[in-house]
């Protein structure tokens, strides 16, 4: 079964420094993956996604992440946070056809002055 | 344009209660996706709807059920409520069959089921 782990419940960063939010996944063939941000009161958003072209993806707002079969890992970058990155964000594997997702628990990134 | 809308915004509800939350998908899009978030974790799949018709399915009981009207528009029905069913509903809609890049989700109804 697939399946995402993210390895933190809770980041803290203070405000220009990087950001490295972790996520393992489970699989038994090459998996399609996913980051989402939820911001307070707003919808789930997409950030980057890897569906087997290049392992290294870059997403919106600085963002990126790298697919390492080897680690069976797709852990989140920013070599700079800003205050407004403050927010939940989840690791996504897509498990059947078309939009039936499994989300990992989240990781909430705290960014201090 | 709107993007996706749900209503209520909140909701109290008792056990045992049925509720009916409802969606209004990004103008342009003809599928919508239902999942819930409980406190503390990420959204679960409960369903998708397209052509009127439930399409896939997560691991969800029988007391979730939902529909889609003509003008795309879906709503999710939870009966004989438990204490478990408090949580953040999410629609998320989009155009036709594909991956989830193509999701656009909306804001939520926080159900609390006391």
């Known amino acids: 079964a697939q399946s995402v782990t993210q390895l933190d419940s809770h980041v803290s960063v203070s405000e220009g420094t990087p950001v490295l939010l972790r996520c393992n996944y489970s699989?038994?063939?090459?998996?399609?993956l996913f980051w989402y941000v939820q911001h307070p009161n707003k919808g789930l958003q997409l950030l980057l996604k890897y569906t087997s072209a290049a392992t290294l993806v870059k997403g919106i707002n600085g963002f990126e992440a790298e697919f390492k079969k080897s680690e069976t890992s797709f852990h989140l970058t920013k070599p700079s946070a800003h205050m407004s990155d403050a927010a939940e964000y989840f690791c996504v594997v897509r498990v059947g056809r078309d939009y039936k997702i499994i989300f990992g628990k989240g990781t909430r990134l705290h960014i201090l002055p | 344009d709107a993007g996706v809308t749900q209503s209520p915004t909140h909701l109290i509800k008792t056990r045992g209660q049925q509720v009916t939350l409802r969606c209004s998908p990004k103008?342009?899009?003809?599928?919508v996706s239902w999942y819930q978030q409980a406190l503390g974790q990420g959204p679960q799949f409960i369903f998708q709807y397209y052509e009127e018709e439930e399409r896939q399915r997560g691991n969800f009981p029988d007391r979730f059920s939902g529909h889609q009207f003509p003008n795309y528009s879906s709503e999710l029905n939870v009966n004989a409520l438990l204490l478990g069913d408090s949580a953040l509903y999410l629609c998320?809609?989009?155009?036709?069959?594909?991956?989830?890049?193509?999701?656009?989700f909306g804001s939520g109804t926080q159900l609390s089921v006391l």
């Open positions: 103008s342009g899009h003809d599928t």
């Open positions: 998320a809609s989009s155009l036709g069959t594909g991956g989830p890049e193509k999701l656009f």
């Open positions: 699989s038994s063939y090459s998996p399609s």
